[in-house]
């Protein structure tokens, strides 16, 4: 998947489940992900809530389910910078 269909994915994801009440950025390999506390999604490099910092690919695999997330912690796959309880939330998003 390119970054801008995965972009897309995530837009897409958003606009059918709103929000989440805090900003996130998806820190990857191929750019920015962001995602505001209303659910508008682009590729800006703001300052956020929760950043997590994690491979295009490994962010394909938590989205798909084929990553679990816990996993991709504890290996070091993905890191979060912020408000840990607001990268809990995207839960509800994927």
Do not use: Y
């Not at 994801?13 to 999604?41: R, Y």
């Amino acid at each position: 998947m390119t970054f801008e269909a995965l972009t897309e994915k995530i837009k897409s994801l958003a606009a059918a489940k709103g929000g989440i009440g805090s900003s996130i950025k998806f820190a990857t390999n191929a750019g920015n992900i962001f995602l505001t506390a209303d659910g508008t999604v682009s590729n800006d490099d703001l300052g956020a809530d929760c950043t997590i910092k994690v491979s295009q690919d490994d962010l394909e695999g938590l989205m798909s389910g084929a990553l679990n997330p816990m996993t991709a912690f504890m290996f070091g796959k993905l890191k979060i910078d912020g408000d840990m309880s607001v990268a809990m939330k995207l839960k509800d998003l994927f």
